[in-house]
């Protein structure tokens, strides 16, 4: 994607939601990691993206979109998931260069050679701190309550809703979208809780379903015992994006994405 001749962009097309869908996406995806493991366009020195200045986020959406074609819609999809990449890819630092038992000091001495040193000690000093340690222990404990896998692999949600969607001419209903997603090839669950909790939301379902209920009462019905069985759908999948370009925070800062000069569009996927 780098070597990409100037000018030369890709077409991204998108879901109701500015999720990213169709081959596009994966191309999307795979330069959004390349991007977020830069230092130079992502400062490892921030404890949270939200403390990343809004100058540094207006400049990634403009490489960004000297790659890709993205509807305004997809900016919050787009920098959500380069909050993600950037988070994975701290982690991943940290999980190969500091061990258990290191001093600050002797783990700052370690630096990659792709991480400027600035950056790096700012990184480690913060990984040190009790703010950290205290988020590191939540995290775990977090990651330990995930006890259903999903077998999507690399393909996101909103791709393969809508390969269902272009395959049956209809979007696939949570209880089916479920099974899609927590079943292998052949047929069988991912784990005996995935299969359990399947098993569960169709028992509910049908007790509370009439059969003469519109698809929108069934919809609703399924969204409710989701909801009360597995909780609210997490962060970064299926979140409705607001207005990116819009936000008060970059306007505080004077910032606008206007100034984007349209290139010539010249792949499609």
Known sequence: MWQMREGERIVVECNQLGQSIKKAACL?????????????????????????????????????????????????????????????????????????????EEVARNCPPDVPPHQWMELVHYWFSERAQTYSAIGRAARAAQSVPHTSGSKSYARLRQEFEDEHGREPGQVEFYRMTHTHQDGTFVRDESRDLYERATSLIAERDDESAASTQQSRIEAEVFTELIGPERYGRDSVPGSWQDNALWRSHGLSLTGLQPMPVIRRF
């Open 28 to 104: 999307l995806t795979s330069f959004l990691g390349t991007v977020a493991r830069r230092p130079q366009l992502c400062p490892l020195g921030y404890a949270k993206w939200n403390d990343m200045l809004p100058t540094y986020k207006v400049e990634l959406l403009r490489v960004i979109e000297s790659k890709f074609v993205l509807p305004p819609s997809t900016h919050d999809f787009v920098m959500k998931s380069l909050n993600r990449k950037w988070k994975e890819y701290k982690a991943q630092l940290k999980k190969d260069y500091m061990r258990q038992g290191m001093t600050e």
